[in-house]
DNA sequence: AAGGATTGCTTTTTT
DNA sequence: AGCAATCCTT
């Protein structure tokens, strides 16, 4: 085998090829931006079939969206000439363990039926247990308990488990353990749930992991900085016997850790995986240089991370502009005119995209493309998946699959309404708990018992037997036929088609449009059974339907950004409190991660790359100053296109409102240096979180960083910037 | 039980 | 500003 003339191998560079035909143990891509690193474990997936012989069934591949599994699958189909990969099991984690457990339902505890509750589900499922358990729901918010149960199961801890330091802590643990006895009642499983039983299934059950370690010969894994505990544990009970596991990551794109994605599992790969082999990958095939130095000059900022040398033979390049306008609206103007302008360039709409930190953001954008009449596709806000016609629907196949789950059963009991009121429910909900079962059994032994008035009875009767009915037609109806059933029978269509309401109009969407589009979904995947297409429907994610068929300009926020790339970029709002978010000021390692957020943007861009930010933005009805981002400073002016530029200065300890200027000064003054203004033991207050007592101060670049442990036990610990936290001395120290 | 009006609250990012 | 939860009326 000539690696110069093997065809597998050609077109990659030095380093590249070694990434593909590496030898099989444990293998950790450390990879920049734009370096080919999809291409990479697409290729080292063809290598192992065709070179190594490996059957396409022994191989277990993870990316982190539908998308790009997808697109993998296309090539490898492209590459080898036939569906060899088709037999791979390949998806995100999420919708692999989803397979798993289906399989492995008895193994795993777990009904062959069971439904994946999204968001709105969990939130539905955690009220109840809030009013449940008695608790104020202003102080104990379902979603911050959500939140909570999140980054427990995302750390494999159960609620028996759950760490009782306090007595929030004990709350949330009790809500933790009822919110799972009411998801098993149902039978349902969150998104959590799908990592979390699986490697409760494999630590549980030697000899279905043994059968698994058996089955996945080789387990390759994308944006691998981004998994979290629970996934990383899978990946390693998987691998640690074999340990052929390939991993690829770039510790500058982490941004996902507040969905529990630990950085750290590099670190613990090395430590488990000793013999490790790391190959870096630093060539990059997408941007111009001068995009690139303005992105090295945003991320190098970053305390912690290993130096890449990142280089492009697209040398030089169209500087960067950096725009700044009066509001929001005139921002969104500019970009559309810019838009326009590169289209008479011959730039197509598709090759662009604009970016921003919060989905809200997106409107006024819609808006003066509407104006303008320019083409775009939005990806995010509120998802298809979202909308409520969508989810009544949904709601109605998920009782079919599954009757006993809760969440649809009260979602749609009374849509449309069948006059089954508040008092009937609160009848069938006291008989449920009773019998420990789930509301529609409680709704059937009600009817068996004869127990109920006329007029009750009449209403609820039809339902109880829909319902019985289309559960047993589930599995001799194809989803699209069950779901026209369902739609007539139920009453739903009708109740949908005369609801027409004038807001509806104006948007130029119709309901019943969507529940068309859904059921032209259900038909495309002929021949799935119901209990897929409500698993596929439930973990796809936005991105993963971007329609590239249409040409129109791509809306998106910085984070669904992510594995994409266009001709031209636009990033807006780069403002202090926007990018970085508010929600983040306080803290050096959520600080950190805005800066990557910003550099995973910047680098998507090809070519051409805007940056823009407002003198003004409107936050929820009112007006307000903004401050350019601070991550602006760090552009070089040749990035910018400009000899010199003025500084952007600002008052040091305050972010406020229109405190900043610009200086026309070649060269700004130098930071001062930080004189550190806390002590250990001082005691503060700060505006959010109250008092607390310093634990530790540190000077870390240009930054003090405090700790601080706060008097209310539910915070704990807390780390700030001393200068950006709201934080007031309260003592001497 | 249903529909309409009023209040109060909110926004980070998503599999 | 927009939306959900709550109140109020029929």
Same mark, same amino acid.
């Given at each position: 085998m000539n690696p110069e003339t093997h065809p597998l191998l050609q077109s990659l560079n030095a380093q590249q090829r070694e990434a593909v035909t590496a030898s099989e143990g444990p293998l950790l891509i450390l990879a920049g931006p734009g370096s080919g690193k999809t291409r990479v474990l697409t290729h080292r997936i063809a290598w192992l079939l065709s /070179?190594?012989? @490996? +059957?396409?069934?022994?191989i277990m591949a993870v990316t982190f969206t539908n998308k790009a599994a997808r697109e993998m699958r296309e090539r490898l189909t492209r590459m080898l000439g036939r569906d060899a990969a088709l037999e791979m099991t390949l998806g995100t984690f999420h919708a692999t363990c989803a397979r798993i457990l289906r399989r492995e339902s008895e193994r795993a505890g777990l009904a062959r039926d069971y439904v994946i509750f999204d968001t709105d589900d969990q939130l539905a499922v955690m009220k109840a247990v809030v009013s449940e358990l008695g608790l104020d729901d202003k102080r104990y918010r379902p979603g911050s308990l959500l939140n909570a149960v999140s980054r427990a199961k995302n750390e494999l801890v159960l609620p028996a488990d759950y760490p009782r330091r306090t007595y929030y802590d004990e709350l949330v643990a009790r809500a933790y353990a009822r919110y799972q006895e009411r998801l098993r009642q149902s039978s349902g499983l969150d998104f959590d749930d799908l990592l979390l039983e699986t490697v409760r299934l494999f630590r549980a059950d030697a000899e279905t992991l043994e059968k698994y370690r058996r089955r996945f010969r080789a387990v390759l894994v994308d /944006?691998?900085? =981004?998994?979290n505990i629970a996934q990383y544990t899978l990946l390693r009970l998987l691998t640690q016997e074999h340990r052929h596991l390939y991993a690829v990551a770039d510790e =500058?794109? $982490?941004?996902y850790s507040w969905r529990g994605a630990d950085y750290r599992n590099i670190q613990r790969l090395r430590e488990d995986f000793p013999e490790l082999r790391q190959i870096l990958l630093e060539e990059n095939y997408r941007s111009t240089q001068i995009i690139l130095d303005g992105a090295m000059a945003v991320i190098s900022r970053n305390l912690d991370r290993t130096p890449k040398r990142l280089f492009t033979r697209k040398a030089g390049g169209l500087p960067v502009t950096l725009h700044e306008s009066y509001d929001e609206r005139e921002e969104a103007q500019f970009v559309a005119r810019e838009v326009r302008a590169l289209r008479r360039g011959g730039v197509a709409y598709g090759g662009m995209a604009v970016m921003y #930190?919060?989905?809200?953001?997106s409107r006024a954008l819609e808006e003066s493309f509407v104006n303008e009449g320019i083409p775009y596709r939005l990806v995010g806000g509120t998802r298809f998946y979202s909308r409520k016609e969508i989810k009544d629907l949904l709601a109605y196949l998920r009782l079919a699959q599954n009757p006993d789950d809760d969440v649809s059963f009260q979602r749609v009991?009374?849509? +449309? +309404? #069948?006059?089954?009121?508040q008092r009937t429910l609160e009848t069938i909900g006291a008989q449920a708990r009773e019998g420990q079962t789930s509301l529609y059994r409680a709704m059937v032994a009600l009817l068996a018992q004869g127990t109920l008035d006329g007029r009750t009875r009449r209403a609820l009767e039809p339902l109880a037997t829909l319902i019985q009915s289309w559960h047993a037609a589930r599995e001799t109806l194809s989803v699209g036929q069950l779901m026209d059933r369902l739609l007539s029978e139920s009453g739903y269509g009708a109740y949908v088609q005369s609801q027409v309401d004038e807001v509806e109009r104006k948007r130029g969407e119709s309901r019943w449009e969507n529940i068309l589009a859904l059921r032209a979904v259900a038909e495309e995947s002929a021949g799935v059974t119901l209990s897929d297409f409500l698993t596929e429907v439930a973990l796809v994610a936005d991105v993963d339907q971007l329609d590239e068929s249409v040409d129109a300009v791509t809306l998106l926020t910085l984070h669904s950004a992510k594995g994409l790339e266009y001709p031209v970029v636009f990033v807006t709002g780069l403002e202090e409190g926007l990018l970085p978010h508010s929600q983040s000021l306080d803290s050096p390692q959520e600080l950190a991660e805005e800066r990557r957020l910003l550099y995973v943007g910047m680098t998507r861009a090809q070519e051409r790359l805007y940056l823009t930010y407002a003198f003004r933005r409107g936050w929820y009805g009112n007006n307000q100053p903004a401050a350019p $981002? #601070?991550? @602006? =400073?760090? @552009?070089p002016d040749e990035v910018l296109g400009r000899a010199r530029r003025g500084k952007t200065v600002r008052p040091t300890g305050s972010w406020g409102a229109s405190a900043w200027s610009r200086e026309a000064t070649p060269a700004p003054p130098p930071r001062p240096a930080v004189a550190p203004r806390f002590r250990a033991g001082q005691r503060v207050r700060h505006a959010r979180y109250g008092e607390g007592v310093v634990t530790e101060s540190a000077v870390e670049g240009d930054d003090e960083v405090v700790t601080v442990r706060f008097k209310d036990s539910g915070i704990g610990f807390k780390k700030f910037v001393a200068g950006m936290a709201p934080l007031e001395p309260l003592s001497e120290h």
């Amino acid at each position: 085998m000539n690696p110069e003339t093997h065809p597998l191998l050609q077109s990659l560079n030095a380093q590249q090829r070694e990434a593909v035909t590496a030898s099989e143990g444990p293998l950790l891509i450390l990879a920049g931006p734009g370096s080919g690193k999809t291409r990479v474990l697409t290729h080292r997936i063809a290598w192992l079939l065709s /070179e190594r012989q @490996l +059957p396409a069934w022994q191989i277990m591949a993870v990316t982190f969206t539908n998308k790009a599994a997808r697109e993998m699958r296309e090539r490898l189909t492209r590459m080898l000439g036939r569906d060899a990969a088709l037999e791979m099991t390949l998806g995100t984690f999420h919708a692999t363990c989803a397979r798993i457990l289906r399989r492995e339902s008895e193994r795993a505890g777990l009904a062959r039926d069971y439904v994946i509750f999204d968001t709105d589900d969990q939130l539905a499922v955690m009220k109840a247990v809030v009013s449940e358990l008695g608790l104020d729901d202003k102080r104990y918010r379902p979603g911050s308990l959500l939140n909570a149960v999140s980054r427990a199961k995302n750390e494999l801890v159960l609620p028996a488990d759950y760490p009782r330091r306090t007595y929030y802590d004990e709350l949330v643990a009790r809500a933790y353990a009822r919110y799972q006895e009411r998801l098993r009642q149902s039978s349902g499983l969150d998104f959590d749930d799908l990592l979390l039983e699986t490697v409760r299934l494999f630590r549980a059950d030697a000899e279905t992991l043994e059968k698994y370690r058996r089955r996945f010969r080789a387990v390759l894994v994308d /944006e691998f900085q =981004d998994t979290n505990i629970a996934q990383y544990t899978l990946l390693r009970l998987l691998t640690q016997e074999h340990r052929h596991l390939y991993a690829v990551a770039d510790e =500058d794109q $982490s941004i996902y850790s507040w969905r529990g994605a630990d950085y750290r599992n590099i670190q613990r790969l090395r430590e488990d995986f000793p013999e490790l082999r790391q190959i870096l990958l630093e060539e990059n095939y997408r941007s111009t240089q001068i995009i690139l130095d303005g992105a090295m000059a945003v991320i190098s900022r970053n305390l912690d991370r290993t130096p890449k040398r990142l280089f492009t033979r697209k040398a030089g390049g169209l500087p960067v502009t950096l725009h700044e306008s009066y509001d929001e609206r005139e921002e969104a103007q500019f970009v559309a005119r810019e838009v326009r302008a590169l289209r008479r360039g011959g730039v197509a709409y598709g090759g662009m995209a604009v970016m921003y #930190r919060t989905n809200a953001q997106s409107r006024a954008l819609e808006e003066s493309f509407v104006n303008e009449g320019i083409p775009y596709r939005l990806v995010g806000g509120t998802r298809f998946y979202s909308r409520k016609e969508i989810k009544d629907l949904l709601a109605y196949l998920r009782l079919a699959q599954n009757p006993d789950d809760d969440v649809s059963f009260q979602r749609v009991v009374n849509v +449309p +309404p #069948r006059g089954i009121g508040q008092r009937t429910l609160e009848t069938i909900g006291a008989q449920a708990r009773e019998g420990q079962t789930s509301l529609y059994r409680a709704m059937v032994a009600l009817l068996a018992q004869g127990t109920l008035d006329g007029r009750t009875r009449r209403a609820l009767e039809p339902l109880a037997t829909l319902i019985q009915s289309w559960h047993a037609a589930r599995e001799t109806l194809s989803v699209g036929q069950l779901m026209d059933r369902l739609l007539s029978e139920s009453g739903y269509g009708a109740y949908v088609q005369s609801q027409v309401d004038e807001v509806e109009r104006k948007r130029g969407e119709s309901r019943w449009e969507n529940i068309l589009a859904l059921r032209a979904v259900a038909e495309e995947s002929a021949g799935v059974t119901l209990s897929d297409f409500l698993t596929e429907v439930a973990l796809v994610a936005d991105v993963d339907q971007l329609d590239e068929s249409v040409d129109a300009v791509t809306l998106l926020t910085l984070h669904s950004a992510k594995g994409l790339e266009y001709p031209v970029v636009f990033v807006t709002g780069l403002e202090e409190g926007l990018l970085p978010h508010s929600q983040s000021l306080d803290s050096p390692q959520e600080l950190a991660e805005e800066r990557r957020l910003l550099y995973v943007g910047m680098t998507r861009a090809q070519e051409r790359l805007y940056l823009t930010y407002a003198f003004r933005r409107g936050w929820y009805g009112n007006n307000q100053p903004a401050a350019p $981002s #601070r991550f @602006l =400073d760090d @552009l070089p002016d040749e990035v910018l296109g400009r000899a010199r530029r003025g500084k952007t200065v600002r008052p040091t300890g305050s972010w406020g409102a229109s405190a900043w200027s610009r200086e026309a000064t070649p060269a700004p003054p130098p930071r001062p240096a930080v004189a550190p203004r806390f002590r250990a033991g001082q005691r503060v207050r700060h505006a959010r979180y109250g008092e607390g007592v310093v634990t530790e101060s540190a000077v870390e670049g240009d930054d003090e960083v405090v700790t601080v442990r706060f008097k209310d036990s539910g915070i704990g610990f807390k780390k700030f910037v001393a200068g950006m936290a709201p934080l007031e001395p309260l003592s001497e120290h």
